[in-house]
């Protein structure tokens, strides 16, 4: 819930409501009546029950006088979700598997993420790229149909978007045909 308060207001027609996500563009998501000129104050509030992604969310309003004129306000960021408190992975499940299998992560705070799967020999067999990630808890399936039964290592990469710094999470995976 968002919620202002003007003091007073002059020929204020509304406010616009827009949010962005990290590193992404404005949206406009919603707009509350102003009330004209008054010399009261005024409580606003807007419901965001729109949001479908957990992390670090901005909000501002652009305040919109009836001849066109728009002001904007200073952004607000909020942080939308539960945040774990440490790297983690958990044991893929099924394991063993056949053919395919999830495995759980947790990020307590943003990063580019990189999964890897590694065969007995240390060959890796599978890459996929995440892209950038929020903090929360996140799920990755593989679907190993074409690969011969045996031990694989699905290791999880996560580089810090801030420190540069790098965490390995791995956990041990077992291909029964």
């Known amino acids: 819930m968002l919620s202002w308060t003007t003091e007073t207001e002059t020929n204020n027609m509304g406010f616009e409501i827009e949010r962005r996500f990290k590193n992404g563009d404005w949206k406009k998501i919603g707009f509350s009546k102003g009330h004209g000129t008054a010399t009261q104050k005024i409580n606003y509030t807007f419901d965001d029950l729109t949001l479908s992604e957990q992390g670090f969310?901005?909000?501002?309003?652009?305040?919109?006088?009836?001849?066109?004129?728009?002001?904007?306000?200073?952004?607000?960021?909020v942080i939308y979700g539960e945040i774990p408190e440490n790297y983690s992975i958990q044991q893929n499940y099924p394991n063993p598997f056949n053919p395919s299998t999830k495995v759980t992560f947790s990020l307590p705070e943003e990063n580019k993420v990189v999964i890897r799967?590694?065969?007995?020999?240390?060959?890796?067999?599978?890459?996929?790229?995440?892209?950038?990630?929020?903090?929360?808890y996140f799920e990755q399936d593989f679907e190993m149909g074409n690969k011969s039964s045996g031990m694989y290592f699905c290791q999880v990469l996560c580089t810090n978007t801030i420190s540069g710094?790098?965490?390995?999470?791995t956990v041990k995976m077992?291909?029964?045909?």
Do not use: W
């Open 117 to 136: 799967v590694f065969n007995a020999m240390g060959e890796q067999v599978k890459e996929i790229d995440r892209g950038v990630l929020s903090h929360g």
């Open 57 to 77: 969310i901005y909000y501002r309003l652009k305040q919109i006088d009836y001849n066109g004129d728009f002001h904007f306000s200073k952004e607000v960021e």
């Open 165 to 169: 710094r790098t965490k390995s999470l």
């Open 174 to 177: 077992v291909l029964m045909k």
